[in-house]
């Protein structure tokens, strides 16, 4: 028979975070809370999923069938194949993103700089062209309202994609992240 164990609640503050993130501590057994805020419950979890299933319905299948070509094409390029990589996995971020953010990783240099503006050039001004159509069409209804502050968001994340990298809001480093869910 399994015995139940209260569950151990620690707040996390963003310098801490960093800290142990950056010195390699193991913080992922501990329940982190992102900038302070309570422990996020079951009626949070079941939003999130909600406002998945709805953008997934409304503007994630499209926007991720728009990355996906994207990524295809990049592939028969052959030498943009690394664009192709970072538009699959932004695919899989706009499939599903509430509950996701990206951070900005501490260890990308002046390649991710350089393949950012290439990136821009070839793919990501129509991919956020995308993202900014469908967030006005969104705004529209009321509904749609943080929909539409979503796709606001992955505009940014569609402009320079290089350098980043997705995780879910309860991992530690998501209180420095850019773009949140």
């Known amino acids: 028979m399994r015995q139940n164990h209260p569950r151990r609640v620690a707040r996390v503050t963003r310098d801490q975070a960093s800290v142990d993130v950056s010195q390699g501590h193991e913080i992922a057994s501990i329940s982190c809370v992102r900038r302070g805020a309570p422990v996020k419950g079951w009626g949070e979890r079941v939003m999130r999923a909600i406002l998945n299933v709805i953008w997934l319905l409304l503007c994630g299948l499209w ?3 728009g990355y996906i070509a994207a990524g295809l094409l990049c592939f ?4 943009t194949i690394p664009f192709g990589i970072a538009a699959f996995r932004i695919a899989a971020y706009v499939l599903w993103p509430f509950g996701r953010t990206t951070e900005i990783r501490r260890d990308s240099g002046v390649g991710s700089l350089v393949g950012n503006v290439l990136w821009v050039i070839l793919f990501g001004w129509w991919l956020a062209l995308g993202h900014l159509v469908t967030g006005v ?3 529209l209804t009321i509904i749609g309202i943080p929909l539409g502050i979503g796709n606001f968001k992955l505009a940014a994340v569609a402009i320079a994609p290089l350098g980043k990298e997705i995780v879910p809001t309860t991992d530690p480093r998501a209180a420095l992240g850019t773009v949140s869910f």
């Open 63 to 65: 926007m991720a069938i």
């Open 76 to 79: 028969v390029l052959i030498i």
């Open 137 to 139: 069409l969104l705004c």
